[in-house]
């Protein structure tokens, strides 16, 4: 089964959706015009029931099989936030808001989701019920997991899940996937070294924490050199590092380090937390100052069932002609591991070709991946949940 016909003939209808949602990016839980927009399309489709409001500005619809009863309940899920980046592409259809921009693609998760819902609403060919979640806040908020809370799973019976993402630097309309770890763990920690400020000219009359906190930065390479066994993977990065003073001859009473821990596996994880810890208390100790530590643990692990993965993975088979079984794993982050965590299911990527990386200013999701996405979702339902013959 290549690129269903109807959605390849919805193309252009499905790119209008996605470059609107482009020029109006929203950000976090703030998502209410997404959100009344991808209500609007759901009514215009004729899904079956509308509710919104799940984790505080989520959409979840279902569309009926020809037997809501009888059939399996399998849920699809796709986020609708944006990011806190000034857009640099130039588009024609650019983000009309400063300082916010779909430089993840969500616009085009979101619209391809739409697109199925079309289909899957003309046609109802399979036995079962079709649960469509659209999410807020992936970006840093943890809105899939706020739509957990809030009984996403046990209120519409879910029983399996499934979700996509876009991949730059994969063939457009290809399909790359992995059992097990997919995504990485994403942590979070705020390190504040203190010692004693004084004058740059008199460093012994002082504490100086920036020494602390640079001897720290360099010690928590550690953790992935030293602690970690070298075929399993742990990324330790500082990506903040300032002090109370901006002055060039003051030598700061405190400097605060901000940073993230990713990890694929569950006691690497736990490893890796400790040796964080015990570093930065002992290694600012030894310049005699003082590390507080404030260290959250974010995003779970992406983990996809073995079983689901085959299933995704035949039905990307099916739409692209081949596809990548045993992708490597990244270690972004990723929210709809809270939803892997309930139900089991499995996370997909799409190429979308050559081009700026995610998060980037000029990122830009790729329009010619959507009759691939749009076929993948709504054949995930055919094929997962077929009409009895």
């Not at 996937?177 to 740059?200: K, M, N, S, W, Y």
């Not at 070298?230 to 400097?255: F, G, M, W, Y």
């Not at 689901?308 to 990244?330: C, K, L, M, W």
Request: glycine share 10%.
């Amino acid at each position: 089964m290549p690129i269903k016909n109807r959605l390849a003939e919805l193309h252009e209808e499905i790119t209008g959706w996605r470059r609107h949602l482009h020029a109006n990016p929203e950000l976090m839980f703030d998502v209410h015009d997404t959100a009344a927009f991808v209500v609007d399309r759901l009514r215009e489709i004729g899904v079956d029931d509308i509710t919104t409001g799940i984790g505080q500005t989520g959409v979840v619809a279902v569309i009926n099989g020809r037997s809501d009863t009888k059939g399996r309940v399998i849920g699809l899920r796709a986020d609708m936030d944006a990011l806190p980046i000034h857009e640099a592409t130039g588009l024609d259809y650019a983000s009309t808001v400063p300082g916010k921009m779909h430089a993840c693609g969500h616009d085009g998760h979101t619209a391809m989701l739409l697109g199925a819902a079309k289909y899957l609403a003309e046609t109802r060919n399979f036995d079962g019920k079709a649960v469509l979640i659209f999410q807020p806040a992936e970006e840093g908020g943890g809105g899939g997991r706020e739509m957990c809370r809030d009984g996403l799973m046990e209120r519409w019976g879910i029983q399996e899940v499934y979700g996509m993402h876009n991949m730059p630097g994969l063939e457009v309309g290809q399909f790359a996937i992995r059992p097990g770890a997919l995504l990485a763990a994403a942590d979070e920690f705020e390190i504040i070294v203190r010692g004693q400020g004084g004058h740059a000219a008199a460093p012994h009359r002082a504490v100086d924490p920036n020494l602390a906190a640079a001897h720290v930065i360099v010690a928590l390479q550690s953790v992935a050199s030293r602690n970690v066994d070298p075929l399993k993977q742990v990324v330790v990065s500082v990506c903040t590092l300032r002090s109370d003073t901006e002055a060039h001859n003051v030598i700061p009473n405190e400097v605060l380090l901000r940073g993230t821990v990713r990890t694929l596996d569950p006691e690497i994880r736990d490893l890796a937390e400790a040796r964080v810890q015990k570093i930065t208390r002992a290694t600012a100790e030894a310049y005699d100052c003082v590390a507080e530590i404030d260290y959250q643990r974010g995003y779970p692990i992406t983990i996809n069932a073995e079983t689901n993965t085959d299933y995704a993975a035949d039905v990307a088979e099916s739409v692209a002609g081949q596809v990548d079984r045993n992708t490597p794993p990244i270690m972004a982050g990723e929210d709809f591991s809270f939803m892997l965590e309930e139900r089991p299911g499995a996370y997909i990527m799409i190429g979308n070709g050559d081009g700026a990386m995610v998060h980037h200013p000029e990122y830009n999701f790729n329009d010619d991946a959507i009759p691939a996405g749009c076929s993948w979702f709504a054949e995930m339902i055919e094929t997962r949940m077929p009409v009895p013959s």
